[in-house]
């Protein structure tokens, strides 16, 4: 008998996989490349809202758990995809320097905001008011990361690369079956997908489209990240990717012209040098009516869990949310009540 089942594997099914594998559990993993967001994400961790300086939801904690969380399965893969990589944010205006200074002033936030401002940073990308620099940002690329683990799991023969049948699900006393399988619980990991899901599709899921290009420019030279009112984000060899959009009313998963047309106009404000769309990619954020993570224990079957609503920043909270699931469905330790999807029952949830 399996310990666990886990549906999914984007950032969340990784995360709570490699918490099962560390914890010593049997555990098989379902994929079936319908959804991905966590592959095309641009894989920040910046622990500051570079709208408004202020820090994002628990995000000194998740930046403590969640890259060592990164570092150790580096080490496990025998692959690199943790970079450092610094975010400049550029001013519009004197008001926004100030801001970044009285944010600067605040204790958890003068950890991460630099406050030596800075004039120039790169030739063709002008910027009257200057840059900010955010301390402790990096990138992970998913596209390795989620890459590499799919094979090292394949090899443990611990994933199938198939859908998982919702039908099929048999939930008995003290676990469930699925065709051959039995296991003590089942995960659902499933991003968006959440929506076919008959057993947790009553949560509140919003789904916000996401889009990036990328583009190639040999003039660019720009080692930096840098947040206007979009990212540049470096990948090498000339090529950067731009973005992201935002949009909760489309959820087609193909990328659109409208996002590149947006994406384009934003970049022409910011760069003053030729490139070349090379690629565009879209992915669906799967995020909650709350803005909060939605995790925990079906108000029924005691042997249904769910690890989703990471919205637009997957990369810092799914090793944390993959710590607090464990926790609940091996001791019975609750999951905080802002994230614990219990907060949905009484209104969305009709037995
Ligand atoms: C354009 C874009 C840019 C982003 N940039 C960032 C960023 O810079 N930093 C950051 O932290 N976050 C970023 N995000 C958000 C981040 O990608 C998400 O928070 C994260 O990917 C969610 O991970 P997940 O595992 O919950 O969902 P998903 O990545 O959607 O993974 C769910 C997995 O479940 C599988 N699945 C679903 N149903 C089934 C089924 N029935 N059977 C088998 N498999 C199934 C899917 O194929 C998928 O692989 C970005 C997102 C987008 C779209």
Redo the contacts with the bound molecule.
């Keep these: 008998m399996l310990d666990t089942i886990v549906?999914?594997?984007?950032?969340?099914?990784v995360a709570l996989s490699k918490k099962l594998e560390d914890e010593g559990k049997n555990f098989l993993v379902?994929?079936?490349?319908?959804?991905?967001?966590?592959l095309?994400?641009?894989?920040?961790?910046n622990p500051v809202i570079l709208k408004r300086f202020t820090l994002a939801w628990k995000a000194n904690e998740q930046m403590n758990t969640a890259l060592p969380f990164y570092r150790r399965l580096e080490d496990k893969l025998a692959t690199k995809f943790v970079h450092k990589l610094a975010i400049y944010r550029k001013f519009f205006s004197a008001e926004e320097q100030n801001n970044w200074f009285e944010a600067a002033d605040k204790p958890l936030l003068s950890e991460y905001l630099d406050t030596n401002l800075v004039k120039h940073i790169n030739d063709n990308i002008p910027a009257e008011y200057c840059f900010g620099r955010v301390k402790g940002t990096g990138v992970i690329d998913t596209d390795v990361l989620l890459k590499e683990y799919r094979s090292y799991l394949k090899k443990e023969s611990k994933l199938k690369v198939e859908?998982?049948c919702y039908d099929d699900l048999k939930i008995e006393e003290d676990g469930v079956t699925y065709g051959e399988l039995s296991a003590k619980n089942i995960v659902f990991?499933?991003?968006?997908?959440l929506l076919?899901n008959p057993f947790f599709n009553y949560l509140p899921l919003r789904g916000n489209k996401?889009?990036?290009i990328t583009i190639y420019s040999e003039e660019l030279q720009l080692d930096k990240a840098v947040k206007s009112s979009v990212f540049i984000i470096p990948l090498g060899n000339n090529l950067y990717k731009v973005?992201?959009t935002y949009n909760s009313r489309d959820n087609n998963p193909a990328p659109s012209e409208e996002a590149r047309e947006q994406l384009e106009t934003k970049l022409q404000q910011l760069i003053t040098c030729d490139y070349e769309v090379v690629d565009q990619s879209?992915?669906?954020?799967?995020a909650s009516k709350d803005r909060r993570p939605m995790l925990g224990r079906h108000p029924e079957h005691q042997n249904l869990y769910c690890c989703?609503g990471?919205?637009?920043?997957?990369?810092?909270i799914?090793p944390m949310a993959a710590s607090q699931l464990f926790e609940l469905m091996e001791f019975n330790n609750p999951v905080s009540e802002e994230i614990d999807l219990q907060r949905f029952t009484k209104k969305h949830y009709q037995a």
């Design positions: 549906v999914g594997l984007g950032l969340s099914g379902f994929e079936d490349n319908s959804q991905n967001s966590s095309v994400a641009g894989g920040l961790f859908r998982f990991c499933e991003g968006f997908g076919k996401g889009e990036y973005g992201a879209a992915g669906i954020r799967p989703n990471f919205g637009s920043r997957g990369v810092l799914a």
